[in-house]
């Protein structure tokens, strides 16, 4: 189990309050809290290493260290080379980015397969392809679990595949989508892979060589560092494939895929992330103190994975004891293993705003409308009438926490009736 008191005392915003109640933050999925040593690296950076790369100076010089530096500490966290990670300003402009790379290698009538589950930052970007005659193949959903249908996933792959573009886990419902399983269907056919794993990053550890993806994606600002994107890919697709540039940059990895002046500040702060979380695991077993950095890190996960799992098992206990909740997904905990604690919900007679707001008054910070991930509130034809009402914990957050709010939200539900 990890340090939760530790970790706790880790994050100023914890100590923030809501009028006079303690702010509950059950809003990870839309953007975690940090550790103040991630806010110090941020400041720091800009006070003494503010300068642009390749300078003959001391500034330029210490901020190229800290971009080195976060490089390694990103490759530690997703268990790659240094060189196969490309900094950006967010998940969405990399993936955009690559969808234009890669259509320089695409046809007309090469599909590429997306799924329903997932956020619209992993559709619209190879959506924009159809514009050049590629064909976007949408998987289906069990609106039951909120599961992906493995079988229409198979039926879709074929021949004219180039690409599936899969979610690691639903940023809406919580659905860990098995894929090892997906990406060795989509090998099979001949297709290269692309992970959304945005908000799985918090949950769990994440081993890109293990996965055997070619590319990957994720957000520092979702777990617990500042607003930066991450994207890995296998060097042999990053030496390919030729990325939309400016002409004086590199042709070397990752540089020739970070065109323009990078965000340094919040590179330094990655680095802070990644190495909170390398002393989470250096807490939570004393025995990896002298272990590299990746191993601390992956300890830190599993434990991170088991302790939220029983946040989970509570908060869906309680939740569905509630008369009126209508619940989004996974709910038997025998099943957890395919869940973050990540849950989404409706009450009867109010809507989803409406609860959020009087939740927030009392100091519980929650999610409500569809949070990007569109196709999935249509098609359980919640999208018109103000989506769903998410509920997201994250490491920091406590046994207490969820009682107090299932406490709240029941006399929510009870006042609708």
């Not at 994207?231 to 990053?238: I, V």
């Not at 990644?274 to 990896?288: K, S, W």
Request: charged share 25%; glycine share 8%.
């Amino acid at each position: 189990m990890p340090d939760i008191d530790w970790s706790r005392a880790q994050f100023p915003a914890l100590r923030l309050k809501a009028g006079p109640q303690p702010a509950v933050f059950f809003d990870a999925p839309g953007g975690t809290q940090v550790p103040q040593r991630v806010a110090d690296a941020v400041a720091d950076s800009l006070l003494s290493a503010n300068a642009n790369l390749h300078g003959a100076f001391k500034t330029s010089r210490d901020c190229e260290r800290i971009v080195r530096e976060a490089h390694r500490a990103a490759a530690d966290f997703l268990g790659c080379d240094s060189r196969e990670v490309v900094f950006g300003p967010n998940m969405t402009t990399l993936t955009f980015a690559l969808s234009r790379s890669l259509a320089r290698d695409l046809s007309a009538g090469d599909e590429i397969i997306v799924t329903k589950l997932d956020h619209d930052a992993n559709h619209a970007p190879w959506k924009a392809l159809c514009e050049r005659g590629i064909v976007l193949r949408e998987v289906e959903f069990h609106a039951e679990d909120c599961t992906l249908d493995l079988d229409d996933f198979q039926s879709k792959l074929n021949a004219k595949t180039k690409l599936a573009a899969i979610a690691y886990a639903s940023n809406a419902v919580g659905t860990i989508n098995d894929v090892e399983a997906l990406i060795r269907r989509a090998r099979a056919a001949g297709a290269l892979t692309f992970i959304d794993a945005v908000h799985y990053a918090p949950h769990g550890p994440l081993d890109v060589r293990r996965l055997d993806c070619d590319f990957l994606v994720c957000s520092a600002y979702k777990f617990f560092g500042p607003h930066q994107g991450l994207l890995y890919g296998k060097a042999e697709h990053l030496e390919r494939l030729r990325p939309y540039k400016v002409r004086p940059a590199g042709e070397d990895i990752p540089e020739r895929f970070e065109t323009g002046t990078q965000n340094h500040e919040a590179m330094a702060g990655v680095t802070a992330a990644v190495d909170y979380l390398a002393e989470l695991g250096r807490r939570t077993d004393g025995a990896l103190s002298e272990r590299p950095r990746r191993e601390q890190i992956a300890a830190a996960m599993q434990a991170v994975r088991a302790y939220e799992r029983g946040l989970a098992a509570a908060l869906v206990k309680g939740l569905l004891a509630i008369p009126g909740l209508r619940f989004f997904g996974i709910r038997e905990p025998e099943r957890f293993d395919r869940r973050t604690p990540t849950v989404a919900v409706r009450i009867d007679g109010l809507h989803p705003r409406r609860i959020a707001e009087r939740l927030g008054r009392q100091g519980f910070f929650v999610w409500d409308g569809n949070y990007y991930a569109l196709n999935l509130t249509e098609s359980l034809g919640v999208e018109s009438d103000g989506g769903m009402v998410r509920i997201g914990l994250a490491h920091y957050n406590t046994a207490e926490e969820v009682e107090r709010f299932l406490t709240a939200l029941g006399e929510l539900a009870r006042s609708a009736r």
